[in-house]
């Protein structure tokens, strides 16, 4: 788990490292589409802090997960951790009965990280 601040939503985030996951998510609500491939959307922090984001829409993806699968809607954001920022695609989902509102999968991880499973938390 980290804590990663959404540039363009101007809040922080806690976030959990999937690395099962191919590509982040995060939690997005009120997702209308506009023209010319744009699309806005309302991004919340477990704080409660909300902000309404416009994107350009970069694709639609099937997901697959235990419920089934569905379609979502993949935006560039960039997260910021430690001084270092990064933009990733992410998949735009109703995460608001989930612990985290932001999963960051291997797209994220991919090139600057590397994942020790063996390390405990307090390391």
Same mark, same amino acid.
């Given at each position: =788990?980290?804590?990663?601040?959404?540039?363009?939503?101007?809040?922080?985030?806690?976030?959990?490292?999937?690395?099962?996951?191919?590509?982040?998510?995060?939690?997005?609500?009120?997702?209308?589409?506009?023209?010319?491939?744009?699309?806005?959307?309302?991004?919340?922090?477990?704080?409660?802090?909300?902000?309404?984001?416009?994107?350009?829409?970069?694709?639609?993806?099937?997901?697959?997960?235990?419920?089934?699968?569905?379609? +979502?809607?993949?935006?560039?954001?960039? =997260? +910021? !951790?430690?001084?270092?920022?990064?933009? =990733?695609?992410?998949?735009?989902?109703?995460?608001?009965?989930? !612990?985290? +509102?932001?999963?960051?999968?291997?797209?994220?991880? !991919?090139?600057?990280?590397?994942?020790?499973?063996?390390?405990?938390?307090?390391?």
């Amino acid at each position: =788990v980290e804590t990663v601040f959404i540039t363009e939503a101007g809040i922080s985030f806690d976030a959990r490292i999937d690395t099962g996951a191919e590509s982040s998510s995060i939690h997005a609500k009120d997702i209308s589409v506009l023209d010319a491939g744009q699309i806005s959307f309302v991004l919340s922090n477990q704080t409660g802090e909300k902000r309404l984001i416009h994107a350009v829409v970069d694709s639609v993806v099937r997901v697959r997960n235990a419920e089934g699968s569905s379609l +979502r809607y993949k935006v560039a954001l960039t =997260v +910021r !951790r430690h001084g270092q920022e990064k933009t =990733v695609l992410f998949t735009l989902k109703e995460r608001s009965d989930m !612990r985290y +509102r932001v999963l960051l999968g291997r797209n994220w991880l !991919r090139g600057d990280y590397i994942v020790d499973v063996d390390r405990k938390p307090s390391e």
